[in-house]
Every structure is written in structure tokens, then in C-alpha cells.
């Protein structure tokens, strides 16, 4: 969303680019792109919907545009940036930031042998144990739907896969990404607690703002980490 990508477009001093000659035209997508400690940064967002001009999210659109993204500019890493809930169960606090270890969807439900696991579609994150440890990170699994709600179904999934952090993205950028075979890391700011004593949209509108400035705290530092190394770096030794 705009509202999680600015604070880090201005943290980072980056600006707006011209993305015609690499995107298909009329996409409402952005891109912001400069230079932090030797890597080219480029962050890109969805974008409003033509139709309704609210923020393009979900599953969808974040597939659509990591695969876009990752064949035009081939980056060397991806970093998945985002707000999600938490699960007060699992130690989850308002803005705190966890890298994912996992990702699998909750709402694609297929009750026919083999397809019911691909439904689920677990990836798993690279390890990044050095990465967590170093900057004294959280970290869990990530559980990714395209409603901002919570089914029993739903819940029933999530506690089946012992998932920490419930998003509307993660595993459609974490499929885009293992398509293209590019490594990624995934970065959740928590703007509401799933199981806490709030509405979810009353606590997740109340804590956009303070999610987006922890990304924007923890982002640069990640970069600057990941600078100079490979994938083999990040892992606990």
C-alpha cells in the first residue's frame, strides 16, 4: 500500500521513476528507485485500482507485480515490505517487525488429495538466522489470504500451520519469487492483534501509521546488511 511505501521511499531518499519502457502501459503501478551503500533500491507498489481508486491489494496484484518486477529488473533479492497481523499467543506486539520463515496460503481450500497441499502451497524462506540474530529481529510463519477477516476455516489453517503473522500478500510474492528462482526475504510490521480484544479494522487503520514508520526503521538496516553478501551469509551458522 502507498501508506506502508512512502515513509520508506523518504527514509531512503528515492524517487519516482518513468516505468513505461519496462512495464506494460496503463498498469497503475510505481516504482521509486536510488542508490543506498552501493546497491540500486527500487521499491514498487500496485498501485490504486482504475475502477474504485483504492490500494491494489492482495494476492493478485502482488504476484502480477513481483513477476513484472523480477523479469525486468532481475534483482538479485527481493524484499517483501508490508504491514500483517499478529497473534498476541505468539509474543506479537503493535509494530513490532518480523522476518518470515515460511509462508502458505489459508484460503484456498481444495479437498481433493495432492491438490489440497498445493491449496496450502507452503514455501519456505530462505534462512536468514545471521540476519535475525545480528539486528535483533523477530521472526515467524506467515499466513497469507485475500480477506482481511478471519473464518473459522481460516483460523483452523493458521493454527494448523503455526503461523505467527497473517498477511494479504506474502505467499503470492514468495510464489512469484521462487518462479523466478530470486531470493527473497520477507519484512511484517504488525498493525493489529488477530486475537486481541480489538476489531481488526478499527486497530489496523489505528496502526498504519506506526507499522509503516517501524518498516521504514527496519528496512535501511536490512539493505545495509544485506550489502556485499550472498544468501549463504545470512544463514545461523
Excluded at 24 to 37: A, C, R
Excluded at 151 to 178: F, R, S
Amino acid at each position: 500500500m502507498q501508506a506502508e511505501a512512502l515513509p520508506l521511499v523518504e527514509a531512503l531518499d528515492l524517487v519516482e521513476d518513468d516505468l513505461s519502457a519496462i512495464f506494460p502501459g496503463g498498469v497503475p503501478w510505481k516504482n521509486y528507485s536510488g542508490e543506498l551503500d552501493g546497491l540500486n533500491v527500487h521499491i514498487v507498489v500496485p498501485g490504486k485500482d482504475k475502477a474504485l481508486g483504492v490500494d491494489s491489494v492482495g494476492t493478485v496484484p502482488s504476484f502480477l507485480l513481483t513477476y513484472a518486477t523480477g523479469v525486468a529488473l532481475q534483482p538479485n533479492l527481493i524484499i517483501n515490505a508490508g504491514t500483517a497481523g499478529g497473534f498476541q499467543a505468539k509474543g506479537a506486539n503493535i509494530g513490532d517487525v518480523y522476518v518470515a520463515t515460511e509462508f502458505a496460503n489459508r484460503d484456498r481450500r481444495i479437498p481433493i488429495p495432492v491438490f489440497d497441499k498445493y491449496g496450502i502451497g507452503t514455501i519456505e524462506a530462505i534462512p536468514t538466522g545471521n540476519l535475525i540474530k545480528d539486528l535483533d529481529l523477530k521472526e515467524g510463519k506467515v499466513s497469507t489470504g485475500n480477506s482481511l477477516d478471519m473464518t473459522l476455516q481460516d483460523e483452523e489453517h493458521i493454527k494448523a500451520n503455526d503461523a505467527t503473522v497473517k498477511d494479504m500478500e506474502g505467499a503470492g510474492v514468495a510464489y512469484a519469487a521462487n518462479l523466478l528462482a530470486i531470493p527473497m526475504i520477507s519484512l511484517k510490521a504488525i498493525t493489529d492483534i488477530v486475537d486481541g480484544t480489538k476489531p481488526t479494522v478499527e486497530e489496523f487503520l489505528e496502526n498504519m501509521s506506526t507499522a509503516a514508520s517501524a518498516l521504514s526503521r527496519t528496512v535501511p538496516p536490512v539493505l545495509k546488511y544485506v550489502s556485499g553478501k550472498n544468501v549463504a551469509d545470512l544463514v545461523c551458522s
